[in-house]
């Protein structure tokens, strides 16, 4: 504790008198301060204990010693000594009411007391706060030490919680609790995933005070890493604002969690390159070799059904990393739900393998959602300018791991194709295939290849195209086409000579016809 003006009352060698303010000496002294000014207050900083002889004031005037102790209450001087026996040999009255009217704690010194050793007092009993404070901080860091070494984050948590009086929580990179004590804090630090997501966005290191939701907490938040963005953050919750020994504790914890962190980041840097290495065995249709690379490294993930979702980006600008926010949900939610999960990273593609029906496929899914209802990837713009496109396989075993790679992939082209953030493969198979010709090169070539009959059409000798369209749909069958035209047969195969004419090339070839059936649906459909 700091020195209070009772602690220098009661030091045997002061021999301090209170003869004012009585009720108000556990106020602590920041420090002593002499001044014979009549009005010090411009060089008070608040806190001091200022000593005076009453050498320049008019001590024995009621009037100018209220005027003088209003000004120092005012100010926050936190008491006031009085040397007697120099120019006064009491304190004048005045100056004591004066006192007792403002609550400001008058303490008489005796004239064999020099103000010198007060302030000595003083200075000494801050000093020795000060090296409990220090003593206690170092203690406290051995102890959060030894939690994180043997216990982990959960321990030190524990630790930080005893030594602030309070509770602290661990925040994962996506800004959900992975930690918390004590255990009823989890439910109190869940409250604040809004503003852990905001002290995310700024810059490491971060730090920020709020105040939870219906308590009268006082709350730390301090981001954890070294990089750009943060990995984590720790949030500290007291009944008040942390003294210098608990603020000692809180920058150790601070430090060890962030060198957990950047230990675990150079972890999965090294586990990224062994899963690239697992992921290239599998297309490679090698699962054996994969399960043996890999061990227990993804549990039982190379032997469940998996999905694969590939994912594709420009290269983010200074503020967007769609790729790395990607990452971050998957592995997030895998190790909240205990499931295992292979990311890899590669430049502008992100590739990742999880298992099917789990939370990281889940937490995937919800993070295109969010896109796409917050409308940040444009209908026509695709996978450009930083922009997410997911595509997502089918479940699959790890002996058609290059099968559900490729429907990963081309589940990713329709995505860019149609202006979505995720497409799934199972979607674009059990739908219709004309969806798909919904394309500027598609189209293209429908009109380049029909565009000889529109022209020989626009010149009023003849219907091809329609007769064209007829003849396909009625599989070849010449009454039937006719019919539905409402021509004699043989005119229907006058037509279909003059197309093949027209465009030099044979109906009877299966190849032609899809060609031309397509072309025509591709048109129809402008």
């Known amino acids: 504790m700091p020195p209070t003006l009772a602690s220098l009352v009661h030091h045997s060698a002061l021999k301090l008198t209170v003869r004012a303010g009585e009720d108000r000496l556990d106020v602590p ?16 900083e608040g806190g001091e204990l200022l000593l005076i002889t009453a050498l320049k004031l008019d001590a024995e005037d009621p009037e100018a010693m209220r005027r003088y102790v209003k000004r120092l209450a005012g100010a926050g001087v936190v008491g006031l000594g009085f040397a007697v026996g120099v120019n006064y040999d009491d304190i004048p009255e005045a100056l004591v009411q004066a006192a007792r009217q403002e609550g400001l704690p008058l303490l008489e010194v005796p004239r064999r007391t020099p103000f ?12 020795a706060d000060q090296y409990r404070a220090v003593t206690a901080g170092f203690a406290a860091q051995r102890e959060l030490t030894r939690q994180a070494l043997t ?18 929580a661990l925040y994962d990179a996506s800004g959900a609790v992975v930690a918390a004590a004590p255990e009823w804090a989890g439910r109190r630090a869940a409250r604040l995933t809004a503003e852990v997501e905001r002290l995310r966005e700024r810059p490491a290191p971060a730090s920020s005070v709020v105040a939870a939701p219906d308590t009268e907490d006082r709350i730390e938040l301090h981001s954890l890493g070294t990089g750009r963005r943060p990995r984590a953050a720790l949030a500290v919750g007291t009944a008040a604002a942390p003294g210098t020994a608990e603020r000692y504790a809180v920058h150790s914890a601070i430090a060890l969690l962030t060198l957990t962190t950047e230990r ?4 999965q840097a090294a586990e990224q390159r062994v899963g690239a290495a697992v992921l290239r065995m599998l297309l490679a249709g090698e699962p054996d070799h994969a399960r043996a690379v890999a061990g227990d490294l993804y549990g039982g993930l190379l032997d469940a059904p998996f999905r694969v979702l590939v994912a594709e980006s420009a290269p983010p600008g200074a503020d967007v990393d769609p790729l ?10 895998a190790a909240r739900s205990g499931e295992s999960v292979l990311v890899v990273p590669e430049r502008e593609r992100l590739v990742v393998l999880a298992t099917d029906g789990g939370t990281a496929v889940a937490a ?14 444009p209908e026509s713009s695709g996978g450009e ?24 992939e081309q589940a990713l082209s329709v995505a860019r194709r149609r202006g979505r953030v995720l497409v799934e493969h199972e979607h674009v198979a059990t739908g219709s295939v004309l969806p798909l010709l919904a394309d500027d090169a598609v189209r293209a070539f429908a009109d380049g290849l029909l565009r000889a009959l529109r022209d020989h059409d626009a010149t009023g000798r003849g219907d091809l195209v329609a007769s064209l369209r007829a003849w396909l749909s009625r599989h070849g069958q010449w009454d039937a086409a006719a019919a539905d035209l409402g021509v004699h047969r043989h005119t229907l195969r006058y037509r279909m000579r003059r197309v093949e004419e027209i465009l030099g090339r044979s109906l009877d070839d299966p190849d032609v016809r899809m060609e031309l059936w397509l072309a025509l649906k591709a048109t129809s459909a402008e």
Do not use: F, N
């Open 29 to 44: 002294v920041r420090w002593a301060h002499v001044s014979e000014l009549a009005d010090p207050v411009p060089y008070m």
């Open 116 to 127: 010198l050793a007060i302030s000595k007092a003083v200075s000494a009993a801050i000093a």
């Open 151 to 168: 216990t982990g984050p959960e321990g030190l948590l524990a630790a930080l919680a005893a030594q602030v009086d309070g509770w602290a």
């Open 264 to 267: 675990s980041r150079s972890l």
């Open 324 to 333: 790395g926010a990607l990452a971050e949900a998957a592995e997030s939610a």
């Open 364 to 377: 995937c899914t919800a993070y295109a959602d969010a896109l796409e209802a917050a409308r940040l990837v």
């Open 385 to 408: 300018d930083g922009e997410l496109v997911v595509g997502l396989s089918a479940p699959a075993g790890p002996i058609a791991a290059a099968s559900a790679y490729r429907q990963a």
